[in-house]
């Protein structure tokens, strides 16, 4: 039942080209550094990443894309990533963009079983009918689009099928778990961790602090080790080392007191 790993060069022995993954984090909040930085060393490549987006420029999933190792993305947000915006637009890159609730819901249909779903979420765009640019051609133009979904009315309502997602493994961070692979995540860190672990046919789990079995409270666990193949105990270091996407400060105010 001990899940633990001794690296994370070990952990994603694994991986190969042209592998699919499931990868958590928001940004770079909760984003699985370090088996990303060892899946860059590994250079494994043609990857398809499942991900609510695809890192920033330098960091996280961007480092993988800075290195020609992405194929294909199935994200719902290209943000501030100016590489991952030059290549899905130069026709380097195919990327499936999604609502970001059906992805999250996507993932969790995929590690429960669950082949498809309707939602209404779509209905009327081009989600549903089809015509998205996938990848495009160098001149600007759409090398491949999205097929129509099917579309059904329930109640009066329309709603368009959308299908689960599984994928050879994932990619996640916990801010604890222990040796049988019960996660526990931080607050927003949470954010599509759990939902990736799921869809993971393989999952991976790099943990800042690992504990023995039963010492996590089961009513605190957010991920059941059932889902979870690997752990990774991070040092101290990989543990606080977390990158910032954007640092606002605010200006000084002066308060007069009456």
């Known amino acids: 039942m001990d899940k633990t790993v001794t690296s994370a060069a070990q952990a994603v022995a694994d991986i190969g080209d042209g592998a699919s993954l499931a990868v958590g984090g928001f940004g770079l909040c909760g984003i699985p550094s370090v088996l990303i930085d060892a899946l860059h060393a590994r250079g494994a490549a043609a990857l398809e990443i499942v991900s609510n987006n695809c890192g920033v420029d330098g960091a996280g999933l961007g480092v993988l894309l800075a290195a020609d190792r992405i194929a294909r993305v199935t994200g719902s ?10 290549r899905y637009l130069t026709g380097e890159l195919e990327v499936e963009l999604v609502p970001q609730g059906t992805l999250a819901e996507r993932m969790r249909a995929g590690g429960c079983g669950i082949p498809a779903f309707y939602t209404p979420a779509g209905v009327g765009t081009q989600v549903a009918e089809g015509g998205l640019p996938w990848r495009h051609s160098p001149d600007g133009g759409v090398a491949l689009a999205s097929p129509p979904k099917e579309v059904r009315a329930f109640d009066g309502t329309e709603y368009v099928l959308e299908h689960g997602i599984t ?3 994932a990619l996640v961070r916990a801010a604890r778990g222990d040796r049988h692979g019960n996660l526990v995540f931080n607050r927003s860190a949470r954010n599509f961790n759990v939902l990736a672990a799921m869809a993971g046919r393989i999952t991976i789990a790099e943990v800042e602090e690992v504990v023995e079995a039963g010492d996590l409270d089961p009513d605190h666990i957010h991920l059941p080790g059932v889902f979870v193949q690997h752990v990774l105990p991070l040092t101290p270091a990989e543990a606080t080392a977390k990158n910032i996407e954007r640092r606002t400060v605010s200006a000084p105010t002066t308060e ?3």
């Open 256 to 258: 007069v007191h009456v």
């Open 77 to 86: 947000y290209v943000g501030e990533n100016k590489e991952f915006a030059r």
């Open 167 to 169: 994928c050879d493994f």
